[in-house]
């Protein structure tokens, strides 16, 4: 069909390398911030965020979309939101709550996947929204960091970061939705067949 992309097997490719480094500076990013290095951080957390999007457009435009990557990319996203909210909340820089609803959404889900498992099915097809959920929210988090600052910067890093914040929440639970939707359908769909 035209317009769709193969799916390789092939592990080595720039995409699953530029996947490979988000996950190596995850640490990098959760030191900074313990050790208030805050601007380093931003920069961490900011490359983290422009990977994740490079990563894409670069398997789509040469033609490397791997079925590792295609775990790679979402399971990064996830490490890093987590690690993320949590150096964040400890800082006192987001509140705990935030986290909670994050974490919530994402234990919700892991606890569908082994009932598609058992039915034959892998991982959920990523949904619009849940692509849309985490670019806000990788948006958020280094404005939030950045709203630790007392002046006008920080300020600014406030108000953008807990805007994107609350849209990439609102989306990230949408697509949570979506997905549970997704796997009751396969399920009963499975279990009726």
Do not use: C
């Amino acid at each position: 069909m035209a317009g769709e992309q193969q799916v390789r097997s092939t592990v080595l490719t720039a995409p699953n390398a530029i996947s490979l480094l988000r996950l190596l500076l995850v640490p990098v990013f959760a030191l900074l911030v313990v050790r208030h290095h805050d601007g380093w951080a931003f920069v961490v957390l900011a490359v983290s965020g422009v990977s994740d999007w490079l990563d894409g457009v670069v398997a789509r435009r040469f033609n490397q979309v791997s079925r590792l990557g295609q775990m790679l990319d979402p399971a990064a996203d996830r490490l890093y939101i987590l690690v993320t909210i949590v150096v964040l909340a400890w800082r006192a820089i987001v509140p705990w709550w935030l986290v909670a609803l994050i974490v919530v959404r994402d234990l919700v889900l892991a606890a569908v996947l082994p009932t598609l498992a058992r039915r034959g099915y892998g991982p959920l097809p990523v949904h619009f929204a849940g692509k849309a959920g985490t670019a806000a929210l990788l948006y958020a988090f280094p404005l939030l960091l950045l709203s630790s600052r007392s002046d006008a910067w920080g300020t600014f890093g406030a108000v953008t970061g807990w805007a994107f914040a609350w849209w990439g929440i609102t989306l990230y639970w949408l697509a949570g939705a979506v997905y549970l939707r997704q796997a009751r359908t396969l399920s009963v769909g499975t279990a009726t067949a």
